[in-house]
């Protein structure tokens, strides 16, 4: 199973996250560490990011629920997609 906390930045997604994940033992992912490095770059210089910007990211994030779903990894997932069609593209 994978528990996703959605949130903008700074709501506290990481760190509810990092205590659920302990409480239940289960791997904790930060989905901001699988941007790419333009992203970060863009985000560093205060540059929003565009829809075309997070699709490699929305991908990772997609291909990391597959695949702890496949293997049965029980994870908490803190993630920033907030628009519906981010989170619909990521719901497997």
Known sequence: ???ILFG???SGKTTVGRLLSCELRWRF???D????VSNIEKMRKGIPLS???RRPWLEKIREL???C???RIDAVLACSALKESYRQYIQI
């Open 33 to 36: 560490d699988f941007h790419p």
């Open 29 to 31: 992912y930060d989905a």
């Open 65 to 67: 629920i597959k695949t």
């Open 1 to 3: 199973m994978v528990v």
């Open 69 to 71: 779903i496949a293997q």
């Open 8 to 10: 903008a930045a700074g």
């Open 51 to 53: 829809d075309e910007d």
